[in-house]
C-alpha cells in the first residue's frame, strides 16, 4: 500500500468518470455571482461492528489527495520521499463506496461494499440506516448514505481488500481503542463521515457492548 513512487501532476481529463468540474452561475440579492462546483458520485458508508469480538471493522488506503494536501506547500513535481513518506497518505476510514450501479438500491450497495472491503457476508435486512446527508458541501453537495451493521466471524466469506486494483486493509479497533483515537488533540487524516460515523456509534451503540 505504501509502495507509492513517480506522483506527478496533470490536468484532469474532461473524459473523467469520477469529477465533472462546472462554474455555475447565479443573481443572489440583485448581484450576479458564480461558484465553482465539482459533479461527483453519491456514496454510502457503513459502520461495522464484530459482535463476536467486539471490534469496529475499519479499513485503511492510500488517499492521493489527502497526500497531496499534505505535500502541496512544497515542490509538487519534485518530492522529497523522506520528508514526506506515501504513509502520511494512508488514512484510516469507515467501509464505504460510491453508487454507480443504477440497477442496485443504495442498500444493495452498502451490502456489497461489506463484501468486497471488509470480506463479511451481510443480510439486507440486518443493515441499518443511520442518517442521509450531504459531504463536501463547499464544492460538491454529494448525497452520502451512512448504515451500521452487526457482522460475527461467521459471516466472513473472504479476506475483503477491495476488487480489480484496490488496495484496502482492514483495521480493527476494540471500542477503548477507537475512544483513545478520539480524545480532543488528535489529528486525523480520516475524512468527516469517519469522525461523525465513529461518534454516534460510541453514543448509540457502543453502550451497548460494553
Same mark, same amino acid.
Given at each position: 500500500?505504501?509502495?507509492?513512487?513517480?506522483?506527478? *501532476?496533470?490536468?484532469?481529463?474532461?473524459d473523467? !468518470?469520477?469529477?465533472k468540474?462546472?462554474? #455555475?452561475?447565479?443573481?443572489? @440579492?440583485?448581484?450576479?455571482?458564480n461558484? &465553482?462546483? #465539482?459533479?461527483?458520485?453519491?456514496?454510502?458508508?457503513?459502520i461495522?461492528? @464484530?459482535?463476536?469480538?467486539?471490534?469496529?471493522v475499519?479499513?485503511?488506503?492510500?488517499?492521493?489527495?489527502?497526500?497531496?494536501?499534505?505535500?502541496?506547500?512544497?515542490?509538487?513535481?519534485?518530492?522529497d520521499?523522506?520528508? *514526506?513518506p !506515501?504513509?502520511?497518505?494512508?488514512?484510516?476510514? %469507515?467501509?464505504?463506496?460510491?453508487?454507480d450501479?443504477p440497477?442496485?438500491?443504495v442498500?444493495?450497495?452498502?451490502?456489497?461494499?461489506? %463484501?468486497e472491503?471488509? +470480506?463479511?457476508?451481510?443480510?439486507?435486512?440486518?443493515?441499518?440506516?443511520? %442518517?442521509?446527508?450531504?459531504?463536501?458541501?463547499?464544492?460538491?453537495?454529494?448525497?452520502?448514505?451512512? *448504515?451500521?451493521?452487526?457482522?460475527?466471524?461467521?459471516?466472513?466469506? @473472504?479476506?475483503?481488500?477491495g476488487? &480489480?486494483?484496490e488496495?484496502?486493509?482492514?483495521?480493527? *479497533?476494540?471500542?477503548?481503542?477507537?475512544?483513545?483515537?478520539?480524545?480532543?488533540g488528535?489529528?486525523?487524516?480520516? !475524512?468527516?463521515?469517519f469522525?461523525? +460515523?465513529?461518534?454516534?456509534?460510541l453514543?448509540?451503540?457502543? !453502550?451497548?457492548y460494553?
Amino acid at each position: 500500500m505504501e509502495d507509492v513512487k513517480n506522483i506527478r *501532476y496533470g490536468p484532469l481529463p474532461a473524459d473523467s !468518470p469520477y469529477v465533472k468540474p462546472f462554474r #455555475l452561475y447565479y443573481t443572489q @440579492n440583485g448581484v450576479e455571482k458564480n461558484w &465553482d462546483c #465539482l459533479k461527483v458520485h453519491d456514496s454510502v458508508a457503513i459502520i461495522i461492528f @464484530n459482535v463476536t469480538r467486539k471490534k469496529l471493522v475499519l479499513v485503511k488506503q492510500f488517499r492521493p489527495a489527502v497526500y497531496y494536501g499534505i505535500v502541496s506547500a512544497d515542490d509538487p513535481n519534485n518530492i522529497d520521499y523522506k520528508k *514526506y513518506p !506515501p504513509s502520511i497518505g494512508v488514512t484510516v476510514e %469507515l467501509c464505504a463506496g460510491i453508487i454507480d450501479k443504477p440497477e442496485k438500491s443504495v442498500k444493495e450497495i452498502a451490502q456489497e461494499e461489506i %463484501l468486497e472491503e471488509c +470480506g463479511y457476508n451481510v443480510p439486507l435486512d440486518k443493515i441499518e440506516e443511520v %442518517l442521509v446527508y450531504r459531504s463536501g458541501v463547499g464544492v460538491s453537495s454529494a448525497v452520502q448514505t451512512l *448504515y451500521f451493521c452487526e457482522v460475527t466471524d461467521d459471516q466472513k466469506a @473472504n479476506q475483503g481488500g477491495g476488487v &480489480d486494483d484496490e488496495l484496502i486493509e482492514i483495521a480493527e *479497533y476494540s471500542i477503548e481503542e477507537i475512544e483513545e483515537r478520539m480524545k480532543p488533540g488528535n489529528v486525523h487524516t480520516s !475524512p468527516p463521515s469517519f469522525l461523525f +460515523g465513529i461518534m454516534w456509534f460510541l453514543t448509540k451503540k457502543a !453502550p451497548l457492548y460494553r
